[in-house]
């Protein structure tokens, strides 16, 4: 009788360890080791635009929903997508836009080896300078997810890691209509917000939509727009 309550002890705290590692995972305010910013502190009515995944044969066409708007966003680039599109890669920085790392195979970085991970990193890093970016490079986990090995890695190298705030177009019933995207985002956004978006395949296309939307509300209600290292530099220390 001992040893099963003992069996089930030991279960039941694998399962609770298990939880709450997988809740510190996708944890967009904490993690293990390092700098991570899921919004910056402010008052000022300052947010930044990203765009994970890519880049892609969309690349002009988000491009040019930019130029329009007179916005400069930050791209969190998937080092495989650049390899191929290497030449849209240098459109965006051509732009004047940021560019971020998004680990080279967009694989989740959980239980993955130092190695492994160094090398998702570094490998498009390179690939980010080759694409002409001179800027500090930013890093964005897949999915959002990370836990002791990449914290790590990036702590050692002084990289800060870039969550999000407002993430409009992750729910399928916002995601289908770029109405609703940008109403998600007009009520979620406030000083300092972090706002994602997926722009890079044909299935979003109602995301590229509701770009003018999300700027031409946001700049209505006295918002500016900031790159992500702009963004950064409104950031009060608590
Ligand atoms: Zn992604």
Not at 106 to 135: C, P, W
Not at 137 to 160: A, C, E, S, T
């Amino acid at each position: 009788m001992k040893k099963v309550f003992l069996v089930i002890t030991i279960l039941a705290v694998i399962i609770i360890c298990a939880v709450v590692l997988w809740n510190i995972s996708k944890a967009r305010t904490f993690q293990f080791f390092g700098e991570i910013y899921p919004r910056v502190n402010t008052n000022e009515k300052v947010v930044a635009l990203t765009f994970d995944d890519g880049p892609t044969i969309k690349t002009d066409e988000v491009l040019s929903v930019l130029s329009d708007l007179n916005v400069k966003a930050t791209f969190f680039v998937i080092g495989a997508d650049l390899e191929k599109n290497m030449s849209q890669g240098q459109k965006l920085v051509g732009a004047g836009h940021e560019l971020g790392n998004h680990t080279y195979s967009h694989n989740r970085m959980v239980l993955k080896s130092y190695d492994f991970v160094r090398q998702e990193i570094e490998k498009t890093d390179s690939l980010i300078r080759e694409a002409g970016y001179k800027g500090e490079i930013f890093f964005r986990p897949p999915n959002g997810k990370k836990l002791f090995v990449l914290p790590y890695y990036l702590n050692q190298h002084d990289r800060k890691t870039i969550m999000w705030d407002v993430e409009a177009d992750s729910y399928p019933e916002i995601a289908s209509s770029s109405e609703m995207i940008t109403k998600y985002v007009m009520g979620n956004t406030k000083p300092g917000s972090i706002i994602l978006l997926h722009v890079m395949f044909d299935s979003r296309n109602e995301s590229v939509k509701a770009i003018k939307g999300i700027v031409t509300g946001l700049k209505q209600k006295g918002y500016n727009f900031k790159t992500m290292s702009e963004l950064l530099k409104y950031n009060i220390s608590s």
